[in-house]
């Protein structure tokens, strides 16, 4: 059985909080599915909607899905505290 991405929300310049929230599912379920290809794709989406060190923080994570495969989805779920939380992750 084959497993399809969940829908992407909006462009990074429109995050809410909801489409944070959906971003960080869909990155979970990237994670889940052993998809790091739609990991690497949430995690530039977010950077690009987030201040420092959010920002640089989510780029490295987004080269380690090809770097490192094997580590990003535990940096990924470092991530997730904080940007279910956006006001402490400086998102909109």
């Keep these: 059985m084959k497993h399809r991405t969940p829908t992407l929300p909006p462009p990074a310049d429109d995050?809410?909080?909801e489409t944070t929230r959906?971003?960080?599912t869909g990155g979970d379920w990237a994670?889940?599915?052993g998809d790091l290809?739609?990991?690497r794709h949430v995690a530039r989406h977010l950077a690009a909607g987030a201040v420092e060190p959010l920002h640089h923080e989510l780029l490295t994570l987004a080269e380690l899905c090809v770097?490192?495969?094997y580590r990003a989805p535990?940096?990924?779920g470092h991530l997730t505290a904080r940007l279910y939380q956006p006001a402490?992750?400086?998102l909109p």
Excluded: E, G, K, N
């Design 15 to 17: 995050l809410t909080p």
């Design 22 to 24: 959906q971003l960080c």
């Design 31 to 33: 994670c889940a599915h």
């Design 37 to 39: 290809d739609a990991l």
């Design 67 to 69: 770097r490192d495969p």
């Design 74 to 76: 535990t940096v990924w």
């Design 88 to 90: 402490a992750a400086s």
